[in-house]
């Protein structure tokens, strides 16, 4: 692949992760839940120890885990539904992702890295959580579908709740 379509590749995917940030700040589930294939995973593995996170979330700890995109629907339906109470109020959220870097596979997907920020307001109260997330790609007409998203949560201690809007 030459210098150019590698650029290319890594500005739409930028753009990509931008819009994606953007349908969740602004709570727009189902363009937001597009973005991921049915057999997506999510992924937020908990710290091991002061520096090594879990690493199989099958058999280790995780702080969510959603083996498919279904998860993820699961937990939209239930904040739609008024069934979580853990979300009643939303919190408004603000992602900022940065540091966008990517590389294309053998297979053709590509495997991306960026550093975030959320910034949430929620009971009178501004957090934030931050951290680093790697995902797994491929080209989808003229966008991208996300194939697993792990997010590395650098600031975990949680006070009041976390959930995949946060990250």
């Known amino acids: 692949m030459s210098i150019e ?8 995917i930028e753009q990509f992760l931008y819009t994606q940030s953007e349908y ?6 189902d363009e937001y839940l597009a973005t991921f294939d049915e057999n997506a995973e999510f992924h937020i593995p908990q710290w091991d120890s002061e520096h090594v996170h879990t690493t199989d979330p099958k058999r280790e700890m995780s702080l ?5 995109r279904a998860g993820l629907e699961d937990r939209v339906f239930r904040i739609r539904t008024g069934k979580s109470a853990a979300c ?3 919190p408004r959220t603000l992602h900022s ?10 297979d053709g ?10 910034h949430f307001y929620r009971f009178g109260e501004s957090e934030a959580f931050f951290g680093r ?3 797994i790609l491929r080209a989808d ?24 809007y946060h990250v």
């Not at 969740?24 to 589930?29: A, L």
């Open 133 to 135: 997330t790697e995902y």
């Open 109 to 118: 997907t590509w495997k991306v890295k960026a550093n975030w920020v959320t």
């Open 24 to 29: 969740c700040d602004r709570q727009q589930w």
């Open 5 to 12: 379509m590698k650029n290319a590749a890594l500005q739409s």
């Open 97 to 106: 992702v940065n540091n966008v870097q990517g590389e294309e596979q053998a």
């Open 64 to 68: 969510i885990y959603y083996a498919t």
């Open 141 to 164: 007409s003229d966008s991208w579908k996300v194939l697993r998203k792990q997010a590395i949560l650098l600031n975990d201690k949680i006070r009041h709740v976390l959930d995949f």
């Open 88 to 90: 009643t109020p939303m």
